[in-house]
């Protein structure tokens, strides 16, 4: 993973954070390493494309979150974006891709609806994935990549990004997420139309302002640091905790106050009976989940 240090009238210069070896699957298009115990950074990793998300990508965001989020040595996940920006949205060679080459409308519209769904739960696993995911967003984060940052449970932005729902401006409607998860965050319907419909930029004081973002960092390295900070913190609590807590909080946000209490007074009937209460009362350790 390379974050960027900067003192004033110095140079940007690559630094490298720690890695940890850990037994994860290769992807070609996202990178993954752990630069902390219990926590693995996941990169998108196309730099020289601005990290646009093609559809192997797609694909392979898809599969890393479905993986961390079985991996019991897992326990936080920060998400970024290698180079200059964290994404440019989707590669527009991939939305050319998938227009099927049929005759018949009919046959196409079930081919692109298949893979819109696809698309869909690739993104979803970011909301799905057991562990906490923080998403670390430097430079900009366009199109797909808003919606990719709306499954995320935290969100934090360096002070010279911006975030920009393009949609529009290519002619589609944003379909993997955005419209869905953006109104829930921001609370603003009037406001989530706005950025929707003009794809206007959002820059990083409106971003915190408004609740999409809950930290803005001077920088990437300040930001990269805030980060894994936080992941580690996370991590060195109960797994069972945490990722119950994050479970609760996704339900509670679509359901009824009642609902949501109502499952978590059944989810805490069960987990009060293990180990980790003690454990986190006396200073001790946390088995991996």
Known sequence: AVVSTQSAGQKLLPRALPTLNRSISTYNHVKVDTPSPKVYHVQLNRPEKRNAISLDMWDEIGGVFNELSDTPDCRAIILS????????????????????????????????LGVVR????????????????????????????VDLICGADIRLMSSECYLQVKEVDIGIVADVGTIQRLPKIVGNQSLVSEYCLTARKIYSDEAA?????????????????????????????????????????????????????D?????????????????????????DA
């Open 81 to 112: 974006g290698n180079g200059k920006m964290f994404t440019a949205g989707i590669d527009l060679t991939a939305f050319i891709q998938v227009i099927p080459r049929m005759s018949d409308s009919a046959h196409k519209s079930l081919s692109i």
């Open 118 to 145: 696809r698309l869909q739960d690739s993104f979803t696993a970011v909301e799905k994935c057991r562990k906490p995911v923080i998403a670390a967003i430097h430079g900009a984060c366009i199109g797909g990549g």
């Open 263 to 287: 499952r978590v007074a059944l989810w805490n009937s069960a987990m009060l009976l293990g180990n980790d209460p003690m454990a986190a009362m006396s200073g001790g350790d946390f088995e």
């Open 209 to 261: 302002r408004v609740g999409i973002v809950s930290r803005v960092l001077v920088d990437q390295a300040a930001l990269m640091d805030e980060a894994l900070a936080m992941a580690a913190g996370i991590a060195a609590k109960s797994p069972v905790a945490v990722q119950g807590t994050k479970s609760n909080l996704v339900f509670s946000r679509d359901h009824t106050v009642q609902e949501g209490l």
